[in-house]
Nanobody, 120 residues
Framework: EVQLVESGGGLVQPGGSLRLSCAAP????????IVWFRQAPGKGRERVSC????????YYEDPVKGRFTMSSDNAKNTVYLQMNSLKPEDTGIYYC?????????????WGQGTQVTVSS
């Protein structure tokens, strides 16, 4: 069974930073990618970014380009989402999701989510 566990959310002021983690114990990182989604209150889930841990290549959606950075620690089976220059519109529940290599196809494996609130 694939298990994804997010952590690191919290309350931060606009302009601040947070680092989210997505741990995947026992998950074969070399063969899959990890995608971050977020869901703002009253809205659907939107894709934020994706990384292939096997080669470290990452992709970002326009609203977060230049502010968010993904990385992975393959020894720990964990990926990170470093979020800088946070804005109120970044508020939402952040989820990680498994995908095939090169972020080609998203799979039906989700974490439980972690809340990020950007507010003064």
């Amino acid at each position: 069974e694939v298990q994804l566990v997010e952590s690191g959310g919290g309350l931060v002021q606009p302009g601040g930073s947070l680092r989210l983690s997505c741990a995947a114990p026992g998950f074969p990182f070399d063969n899959y990618a990890i995608v971050w989604f977020r869901q703002a209150p009253g809205k659907g889930r939107e894709r934020v970014s994706c990384i292939s841990p096997s080669d470290g290549i990452s992709y970002y959606e326009d609203p977060v380009k230049g502010r968010f950075t993904m990385s992975s620690d393959n020894a720990k089976n964990t990926v990170y989402l470093q979020m800088n220059s946070l804005k109120p519109e970044d508020t939402g529940i952040y989820y990680c999701r498994a995908a095939t290599m090169a972020c080609a196809v998203e799979l039906d494996y989700w974490g439980q989510g972690t809340q990020v609130t950007v507010s003064s």
